[in-house]
């Protein structure tokens, strides 16, 4: 069945033994590469670790917490609950903020939001009156 396919003892054998060969000279050059990055890598460890001492990191621990410190600080000021304290109201309309007058007259239901508390607009405790037109009183003759 070899000779048909014209595979030969002989060619077999050396194919086999090149191959053999190949595999040799690359192993002899895996061993020192493999030596010389495990050098190289062992190197870098070392100059990350060496930084890393006790102090370094309560120092960087440190200098985060101040950061995020005033980062919330920075939140705080720029939220709206910081305009409400400076007398600005939030008006809502059936649920969503309003900012047009339009968008007022639109809702069904308005609410406004204080520094301490909401509201319903109209419900002040008290009933609502109807303004009484003013006229200016009668003034009887001075002579």
């Known amino acids: 069945a070899l000779a048909d396919l ?29 030596a010389r990055s495990l050098r190289e890598r062992q190197m870098a460890l070392s100059r990350t670790t060496k930084g890393l001492g006790p102090g370094v990191l309560l120092d960087r621990i440190n200098r985060l917490r101040d950061k995020a410190t005033a980062l919330d600080r920075l939140l705080g000021s720029l939220g709206y609950e910081e305009t409400l304290r ?33 509201l319903q607009a109209g419900q002040s405790g008290r009933p609502s009156r109807k303004p009484t037109p003013r006229t200016p009183p009668e003034q009887g003759s001075l002579l």
């Open 86 to 118: 400076r007398g600005y109201a939030v008006v809502r309309g059936d649920g969503r903020v309003v900012t047009t007058a339009a968008g007022a007259a639109a809702a069904q239901v308005l609410e406004i939001q204080f520094q301490d508390g909401r």
């Open 6 to 34: 014209a595979l030969r003892p002989g060619i077999l054998r050396r194919a086999i033994g090149e191959d053999a060969r190949r595999t040799a000279a690359l192993a002899s050059r895996l061993a020192p590469a493999m």
